[in-house]
């Protein structure tokens, strides 16, 4: 019986391949399909077109799948963030081969900047300081107040809250300062052994 089978598949084969092209083409769940007419736009496996002489002639690629999609689509977004970083690091070997002739230079432009901020974070700290201890003497004489029955005024209130409102901007404005001063910290760290590497200057 499976000979007979066999026999049949082949005389039609045969007959496709004599009389036209034959398509080729596998299914969603692997099957392997010979058709004397297209496969479905559907499949999504490539699909191949022998000819009468029972050679591959043409290969058509098959419909893309969610995942090679997906794949592909993020290996472009790589390819894309990868150009715009090197173009980024160009741009700034440039600037840095520009504005700095020696090692010393960067050195002391990173002095210069760290001082300046330096002074800003010390600004900081007093006008905290201030602010902290304006809030703490106004909400001392609150409860001093409270204590003897008496109900703080209008105004009392409303400086304590402005004094409150001061020493949080600042405690925000000195936490961000400091993370700016270990940022510039790290860029010139990078400036100089980036410096090094384009001049060829051994560590």
Do not use: C
């Not at 699909?47 to 995942?67: S, Y």
């Not at 001093?144 to 009392?156: A, I």
């Amino acid at each position: 019986m499976i000979k007979k089978l066999l026999l049949m598949f082949s005389l039609v084969l045969y007959s496709a391949i004599a009389s036209a092209a034959l398509y080729k083409w596998v299914d969603e769940k692997g099957n392997t399909h010979y058709t004397s007419t297209p496969p479905p736009e559907s499949a999504v496996h490539d699909r191949e077109v022998i000819g009468k002489q029972g050679r591959v002639i043409k290969t058509l690629q098959g419909k893309m799948t969610a995942e090679e999609k997906a794949a592909y689509e993020q290996k472009m977004l790589e390819e894309e963030q990868a150009a715009k970083a090197r173009e980024e690091q160009e741009k700034n070997d440039r600037t840095l081969l520009i504005s700095y002739t020696s090692v010393s230079d960067i050195e002391e432009k990173r002095e210069e900047k760290l001082k300046a901020l330096d002074e800003y974070i010390e600004s900081l700290e007093h006008a905290r300081n201030r602010a902290g201890e304006e809030y703490d003497e106004l909400l001392s004489q609150a409860i001093t107040q409270e204590r003897e029955g008496k109900v703080p005024s209008e105004k009392h209130k409303a400086d304590m809250r402005s004094a409150k409102r001061e020493f949080d901007t600042a405690e925000a404005d000195l936490a961000n300062a400091r993370i700016e001063r270990k940022e510039l910290e790290k860029r010139f760290i990078d400036d100089i052994s980036r410096f090094k590497e384009l001049k060829g200057i051994k560590q």
